[in-house]
């Protein structure tokens, strides 16, 4: 049976051939083959197939590596929890972003061919989804009516929707990016808005109370 700590270095090893991978693709400015991965990683071909089944499946790793790094940097992160939801979603979304950016040659190249064109099964796009239901149904202070309804179909939007932001982001060339700060706390501002906002909690309750104390009468049922 494996141990967590060999999940981790697993995760590693991958990673690390991935961050390969896309170096040599900027290297070559397209798609490089198995040996110029395993030239550029420093390691034999054999050794990426224990990993990989082909090349683009390494791409669409370190696509879907980017939200799994994002979880592991959120756990040592002191008072992340002492954010508000908003602060969170765009905590995220930075984050993700930035490290993007790192490799932007690479991300412009591929990051409409490989995930939003594709973004019905991208790993990316799934492992996103993961993590915005964590960050969400484990916030304190989402609301009774929100639980309700944040059905998985609401974080597979949620994440659909970080796409178009990613596209928005990748042609911003306002100072600083600063229009794609403005989307970002906008977006996640009216999000987290719906999901904490505890009007329709109250309406509930005083529905309630005045069912129970007979101001509300409806003729065909009996409190």
Do not use: C
């Amino acid at each position: 049976m494996s141990t967590d700590s060999e999940s981790v270095s697993a995760f590693e090893n991958k990673l690390q051939l991935a961050e390969a991978a896309v170096m040599a693709y900027e290297t070559k400015g397209s798609m490089p083959g198995l040996f110029e991965v395993s030239k550029a990683a420093g390691v034999p071909a054999s050794q990426i197939y224990a990993h990989f089944p082909n090349v683009p499946a390494i791409f669409h790793f370190w696509y879907e590596s980017l939200p799994q790094r994002y979880a592991a940097m959120v756990a040592e992160l002191d008072g992340y929890e002492e954010l508000i939801l908003s602060e969170k979603l765009t905590n995220m979304m930075l984050t993700i972003t930035d490290m993007m950016e790192e490799h932007m040659v690479f991300v412009k190249a591929t990051f409409n061919t490989m995930v939003f064109k594709n973004q019905s099964w991208h790993p990316f796009v799934k492992a996103n989804e993961v993590l915005i239901k964590e960050m969400i149904s484990e916030h304190d202070g989402i609301s009774r009516t929100a639980q309700i309804v944040l059905w998985d179909d609401v974080y597979a939007f949620l994440s659909r929707e970080f796409l178009h932001v990613i596209k928005f982001w990748m042609r911003d060339t306002s100072e600083g990016r600063e229009k794609t700060m403005a989307l970002m706390d906008n977006f996640n501002g009216l999000v987290a808005e719906i999901i904490t906002n505890r009007i329709i909690d109250r309406g509930t309750d005083l529905a309630r109370f005045f069912w129970n104390e007979g101001l509300i009468k409806i003729p065909f049922l009996k409190p």
